[in-house]
């Protein structure tokens, strides 16, 4: 699961990748800012539904 290009809703969106990873919050934060890989090797139907999440909230995400 990757997020990329610019966030409209930086705070919601690292609300998400905190609950779907577990990270911290300065730890999620970078995660978001670095615009990359957030989760790895997910179930399908978890994954779409994460991804649904991010949008949701004005990320850019995409199943790979």
């Not at 905190?18 to 995660?31: I, Y």
């Amino acid at each position: 699961l990757e997020v990329a290009e610019k966030l409209c809703n930086k705070i919601a969106i690292i609300k998400v990748v905190r609950e779907a990873t577990g990270l911290g919050l300065a730890d999620a934060k970078k995660a978001v800012e670095a615009m990359g890989v957030i989760k790895e090797n997910v179930p399908k139907a978890d994954a779409d539904a994460l991804v649904a999440k991010l949008k949701e909230n004005g990320a850019n995400a995409e199943l790979k």
